[in-house]
């Protein structure tokens, strides 16, 4: 897992690992190893996940060595 900006300063570092075969089994993963208040930040409906460089929106399946980044909200101006 990859954290970008706000979220890596939330989560208190830049990267994790853990073993998940879906997207939807990333977060319980972390809770062994994040705080709670880092896994709030990664549960707000606008952080987005990308899978291999790839927005997603569902649950996939995951395979070993996918890289799954967690992406803040991200503003213009």
Do not use: C, K, W, Y
């Not at 075969?21 to 990308?50: D, F, Y």
């Not at 899978?51 to 803040?72: I, K, R, S």
């Amino acid at each position: 897992m990859l954290f970008f900006a706000s979220l890596r300063d939330g989560v208190g570092q830049a990267e994790a690992e853990v073993q998940a075969t879906r997207v939807s089994e990333i977060l319980p993963a972390l809770e062994a190893t994040l705080s709670a208040a880092g896994l709030e930040l990664l549960r707000e409906a606008n952080v987005r996940i990308a899978v291999n460089q790839t927005l997603v929106e569902t649950d996939l399946p995951l395979q070993h060595g996918d890289e799954v980044a967690f992406l803040p909200p991200v503003t213009g101006g």
